[in-house]
């Protein structure tokens, strides 16, 4: 489906560009008295132009929409408009010079001798309009495609928000207690009843830092129940700003998946290490597990989860985060670090 979407938008763009040569070539060819002359100065024009609008429409573009760097890239857009706006220039000059070597004969649209000083802005603002149309266009593209990822993200957390196997497992162990004791059976349903509260009431919102930090702890303390002597967690929080603002459900998949991969056999009683703290406004996270040595097959850590939380930083601090996940022979480890 981004295949199919891709090419759709860079045929768009592609029919932009042979309607401008088509265009310019409609203009030029009364004016001269040479079929191949008015051929070949638009496509040679626009062939030498496309790298450079090429360059500001995609990468540069994409850039400063991620880094939210409007100044930055209207210096660059009135830059490279000036380059291609001096390329339509010298090309008219030397379509002018071939008709003056008798290369091709002389027209009325290359004649340049009788023209004011001043008609050498018509063809630097070539440039300017040729970029704001092709912006507008890749602009207008990259915010579609930047909603439907974040439709599409949205509506994968919903699905993924309960995990059927956990809730399973949990409720399971919820039954067992209820006959052996009821007290340790009612906590664990509180708390566990407040992990899905969170998950379908606050999926898609701003909520504050206490908020995901209290739903992060009331995970794990479900998850030491469940597993119980099989492994020990230990869990630091370090927080200046309770009530600072951030989107939810940001941080359980690290979380998730050491609990997932942890080695926890009655053979080998693994562990997991959990660091989390915020400091003005850098976050960070810390999170190492225990790997099985029993095991030889490689896992796929992460897995969907991993990809589609990376997916999610990008969108939401391109630039502004670094995510680092090792593997060894004994540990999991991974680090994420965000600068709200």
């Not at 009612?186 to 701003?206: T, V």
């Not at 939401?316 to 680092?324: A, E, P, V």
Request: proline fraction near 2%; glycine fraction near 4%.
């Amino acid at each position: 489906m981004r295949i199919k979407n891709y090419i759709i938008e860079n045929y768009i763009i592609l029919i932009f560009w042979v309607i401008v040569t088509f265009v310019m070539w409609l203009q030029i060819i009364p004016q001269t008295e040479s079929l191949i002359e008015a051929t070949l100065y638009p496509v040679l024009a626009m062939l030498s132009v496309f790298p450079f609008v090429k360059y500001l429409s995609e990468t540069l573009l994409q850039r400063a929409m991620k880094q939210k760097t409007t100044v930055v890239f209207i210096l660059q857009f009135l830059g490279i408009s000036i380059i291609t706006g001096i390329i339509f220039t010298l090309y008219q000059y030397f379509f002018t010079f071939l008709e003056k070597e008798g290369v091709f004969p002389l027209s009325i649209y290359f004649n340049m001798d009788d023209l004011p000083n001043f008609y050498i802005l018509i063809f630097l603002s070539s440039g300017i309009l040729i970029n704001l149309c092709i912006c507008g266009l890749r602009f207008f593209q990259e915010n579609t495609k930047l909603k439907r990822t974040l439709i599409e993200y949205q509506l994968r957390s919903l699905q993924h928000q309960v995990t059927p196997h956990f809730m399973f497992n949990v409720l399971n162990h919820i039954h067992i207690l209820m006959q052996t004791n009821v007290k340790l059976a009612s906590n664990l349903l509180i708390k566990y009843s407040e992990i899905l509260r969170y998950q379908l009431y606050n999926g898609d919102k701003q909520i504050t830092l206490e908020q995901d930090i209290q739903f992060l702890k009331d995970y794990i303390a479900v998850e030491e129940f469940r597993w119980e002597d099989k492994l020990t967690v230990s869990s630091s929080w370090e927080i200046e700003k309770p009530q600072m603002e951030i989107p939810s459900l940001l941080f359980i998949t690290f979380i998730e998946n050491a609990f997932k991969h942890v080695s926890k056999s009655g053979f080998e009683k693994g562990y997991i290490n959990i660091d989390f703290e915020q400091k003005e406004n850098t976050i960070s996270l810390n999170v190492e597990n225990s790997k099985s040595t029993l095991s030889t097959k490689k896992k796929n850590v992460g897995g969907l989860g991993l990809k589609n939380i990376k997916q999610r930083l990008e969108i939401l601090y391109f630039g502004k985060y670094n995510l680092s996940v090792k593997e060894t022979e004994a540990t999991y480890h991974t680090k994420i670090i965000i600068n709200i």
